[in-house]
């Protein structure tokens, strides 16, 4: 639609119902924000509900998607990614350092099973990228097959970096 004002009204009214605003990154969101195809206000609101939905509890967010299920509306329901949704949460102080959130249900981590492997989709600490990812792996020494989860970083140049870095997994009964 090369007429803007078509564009947006076709975007906002149609389109925007379609696209998955809460599996978006906050970085992702803040680029919606800005974008001139859509009308200020219903980016606003589009980022507000996603945020909103983004803040809620695991338990929440399913209770949720499954209400949205019985509409046409497909918003809130999770899909197959290639790049998995992460959470993240920045902080500032005492220096810039985040935690980020990737979720695997313990039969995921079974599908990977004997040689498969997941990504996240990226995030960003200190102007660079980052993303995590799971893999299942035979050890060359034992030929056992172990599970791993790793950390890596987007090329950016050759710019040094350093980071500190620790891995935590919970596990709930099912």
């Known amino acids: 639609y090369p007429c803007m004002e078509e564009r947006r009204e076709i975007l906002g009214s149609r389109l925007a119902l379609s696209i998955r605003f809460p599996f978006m990154t906050c970085r992702k969101l803040k680029k919606v924000l800005t974008c001139s195809d859509f009308e200020h206000e219903i980016a606003s609101k589009l980022v507000l509900e996603a945020l909103f939905f983004k803040a809620e509890a695991p338990h929440r967010q399913r209770s949720l998607a499954a209400e949205e299920s019985a509409s046409l509306n ?42 498969g492997r997941v990504y996240s989709q990226a995030f960003h600490l200190g102007g660079q990228g ?45």
Do not use: T
């Not at 220096?95 to 079974?110: G, H, I, M, S, T």
């Not at 299942?136 to 950016?156: I, T, V």
């Open 130 to 174: 980052f993303f995590l990812s799971a893999h299942c792996n035979m050890d060359q020494q034992s030929s056992f097959h172990c599970f791993g989860l790793f950390l890596g970083m987007q090329e950016k140049g050759s710019v040094s970096f350093g980071v500190d870095y620790e891995f935590s997994a919970r596990s709930k009964p099912a």
């Open 74 to 115: 497909r918003r809130l329901i999770e899909r197959a990614y290639k790049y998995r949704p992460v959470k993240v949460v920045e902080f500032e102080l005492p220096r810039p350092q985040c935690v980020v959130y990737l979720d695997l249900k313990r039969e995921e981590c079974a599908g990977l099973f004997p040689s």
